[in-house]
């Protein structure tokens, strides 16, 4: 299952775990990118120092390559662009914004850059700003979406680019891979799958929340703020989404959520928690090891893809 994206990162499958914020640690990281994958951490809004623990964590339990994600809007990101370099990670995928001006530090120090993005345009220019490669991610996926599907999204940017392109959203099976690479991508992120895996420490209401969820089951709210969040339905997305048809204030809004993803993946709060899922949920049904995912995902590819040509 060799493809330009393993080959780039130096890993078995092109298969990349999300770097998910408060669930993405060094647990889940290690157990994935052991497995044959590509584990992220997800720094989210966390300390720069946060971050190194978490990587030299990491390293603890796995020489294999494993990466950082980024989430640009953090406070803390310039400190956390320096420790990335200073720990000369694999690879750092990054979200919410544009991280041209730690691309040469992160180049220097010999890191894979590999940016998400949501729409041509943004690929395109970080192709020019020296990408390795990009997740195009479609709104299918869980937490902040943008508007195109994966399967729209994935063949425009893969035409528009030269560098390889990874599909994130909606994938939870070998199916869902083997579509990727019709539509042109070299490899895929997954986030949901892995949040209802045995490393994930993640509450179990959480992952049972994602388990015994059904196809129709998540809602994106903050549509009219700009900041579209997919999450599963709930007691609080309910009233969020209520109050956002009556013109509810970003504020009024905000104040609903504050702190909901913490008390959603520490204390399984599944009433007024942020349960963020992406519309796959409704086809996890247990909770496996990271490797055991894996592997699955690899046969079930292998067996659609046999024949194809379209890897090696």
């Known amino acids: 299952m060799q493809t330009e994206i393993t080959k780039l990162l130096g890993i078995q499958y092109p298969i990349i775990q999300g770097g ?7 647990h889940l990281a ?3 990118s052991e497995a044959g994958g590509l584990g992220l951490i ?4 966390a300390p720069a120092e946060w971050v190194r623990e978490q990587i030299r964590k990491a390293r603890e ?7 950082v994600n980024i989430m640009l809007m ?7 662009a320096q420790v990335v ?8 995928t990054t979200g919410a914004g544009n991280p041209g001006k730690y691309l040469e530090s992160w180049k220097n120090a010999g890191i894979r850059i590999i940016p998400v993005v949501a729409s041509v345009a943004m690929a395109k220019m ?5 990408a390795d490669a990009v997740v195009a991610e479609g709104t299918e996926s869980g937490g902040h979406v943008g508007e195109t599907t994966t399967m729209v999204l994935v063949p425009q940017v893969a035409d528009a680019v030269k560098i390889p392109v990874i599909a994130a959203g909606g994938i939870a099976d070998g199916r869902g891979i083997a579509a990727a690479f019709m539509l042109g991508a070299k490899g895929v992120q997954l986030g949901t799958r892995f949040v209802a895996t045995k490393e994930a420490v993640v509450h179990e209401n959480y992952k049972q929340y994602i388990i015994k969820a059904k196809d129709i089951d998540t809602r994106v709210t903050g549509r009219s703020t700009g900041h579209p969040v997919r999450v599963l339905r709930n007691q609080i997305t309910n009233k969020y989404l209520e109050m956002e048809k009556q013109g509810a204030t970003f504020e009024e809004l905000e104040s609903l959520t504050v702190g909901g993803l913490r008390r959603a993946v520490q204390e399984g709060d599944t009433k007024t928690g942020s349960l963020m899922s992406g519309q796959i949920a409704g086809m996890i049904h247990d909770e496996p090891t990271c490797a055991e995912v894996i592997q ?10 046999k024949g194809t040509g379209m890897y090696e």
């Open 20 to 26: 998910m914020a408060w669930v993405a640690e060094h």
């Open 296 to 305: 699955r995902l690899v046969a079930e590819t292998d067996k659609l893809m």
């Open 126 to 130: 970080m192709e020019r700003a020296g």
């Open 74 to 80: 953090s406070p803390y990101a310039d400190e956390v």
């Open 85 to 92: 370099a200073e720990e000369k990670v694999k690879v750092v």
């Open 42 to 45: 997800g720094a989210a809004n």
């Open 61 to 67: 339990l796995t020489d294999k390559p494993f990466g």
């Open 30 to 32: 290690a157990a994935v």
